[in-house]
């Protein structure tokens, strides 16, 4: 339900409700008003219904949404430890609140509710003051002797990549995946772009966004949880990382080494395509379709089915074709694997059935 229709439907029950409160109150009152045909059930109908069509949001609805927005940004483990607090403070108050009632006079009414909330915020400023000592006694999983989270935020970069929609699909992910609202804002934003580029980029997030809600292998929320004293996304990811204790899914290399430095457990998935490229050692044989020149004098490119280059040296003269070459070395990259490859001693040109 959008914001806008909430706001119609609060101000309606405000009319109707103050409406009738003032027509309730001028029944009441035995009060003749100089204008004939005019009594004060009417006045106060009327006055009760502008109250509750003009103010009623500004006192019930506002005031929700700030506490909404306010307990966004309060971490899970803030919030239950301040819920165990409270209810810790209220078993305890029982007891003292059942001795209390047999105090004399009015007392004994009013003791036992002042002893229920006493204890009950006194259980909340505990439970807020020591929820990390709280956190420890809960059971957790561990690794490497640190909690460990079921979140993993993702990145803006990672969800535009579009590569973590495959992988959640194969069920390879444990856990849940965690889209803060100022990922989704900077993706809508990126969406509404001037520049066809990015707002394609933005528009293809959104679309993965929408691919992986659909998924029910991965569970994905997104959360309104922020950090005020941060202002680039990146550094709110880095920041929530470490309140939350969960890795962070990027491909985006700055943020890679940052989170790093921080002690933020970082996923890139760059790496893990990496690391699931076919695996070759040199001397072994691969048929390879030479499709472009390479940078030296002679050299043929072509690519292995999972995207990794392989350069054959004396290979541009078998452009367009099939070729069985065998590997001479490996090259680990920034950018990836490298292959070079000759051609094999008995390999020869085959023509693409598919050219």
């Not at 990382?241 to 989170?259: E, I, M, Q």
């Not at 893990?272 to 390879?288: C, H, Q, R, S």
Request: hydrophobic letters at 45%.
């Amino acid at each position: 339900m959008s914001l806008t229709l909430v706001k119609w439907v609060v101000r309606i029950l405000g009319l109707l409700v103050l409406a009738a409160f003032g027509w309730g109150i001028g029944q009441s009152i035995d009060l003749q008003l100089p204008i004939p045909y005019l009594q004060l059930r009417h006045v106060l109908a009327v006055i009760g219904a502008l109250l509750g069509f003009f103010l009623i949001e500004h006192v019930t609805l506002w005031p929700l949404l700030s506490l909404q927005r306010e307990i966004g940004r309060v971490p899970i483990q803030s919030l239950l430890a301040a819920t165990i607090g409270l209810a810790v403070g209220l078993l305890l108050s029982l007891p003292l609140a059942y001795a209390a009632q047999f105090l004399p006079f009015s007392l004994g009414n009013i003791v036992p509710v002042v002893i229920a909330v006493a204890l009950g915020y006194l259980g909340i400023v505990v439970g807020l003051t020591r929820h990390r000592d709280i956190a420890a006694l809960l059971p957790t999983r561990r690794v490497g002797g640190h909690p460990k989270s079921d979140y993993i935020l993702l990145d803006t970069s990672v969800i535009i990549d579009g590569r973590i929609a495959d992988v959640a699909q194969t069920g390879f992910i444990q856990g849940t995946l965690l889209v803060p609202r100022f990922v989704l804002n900077e993706l809508q934003h990126i969406a509404d772009s001037p520049d066809t580029l990015r707002r394609n980029r933005g528009r293809r997030g959104l679309d993965i966004l929408n691919k992986l809600q659909k998924n029910d292998r991965v569970p994905i929320d997104i959360t309104d949880m922020d950090v005020d004293d941060a202002r680039e996304v990146d550094s709110k990811l880095v920041q929530l990382g470490k309140r939350l204790s969960c890795p962070v899914l990027t491909n985006d290399y700055n943020l890679n080494r940052v989170a790093e430095l921080q002690g933020v457990r970082v996923l890139n998935i760059n790496e893990l395509a990496n690391a699931i490229k076919t695996v070759v050692l040199p001397g072994e044989a691969l048929k390879v379709r030479i499709i472009q020149e390479g940078k030296e004098v002679g050299q043929g490119v072509g690519y292995l089915p999972d995207g990794t280059m392989i350069v054959v040296e004396n290979g541009k003269r078998y452009m367009n074709n099939s070729l069985d070459v065998t590997v001479t070395r490996v090259l680990q990259t920034v950018q990836g694997r490298m292959i070079f490859a000759a051609p094999s001693a008995n390999g020869q040109s085959k023509e693409d059935v598919y050219a």
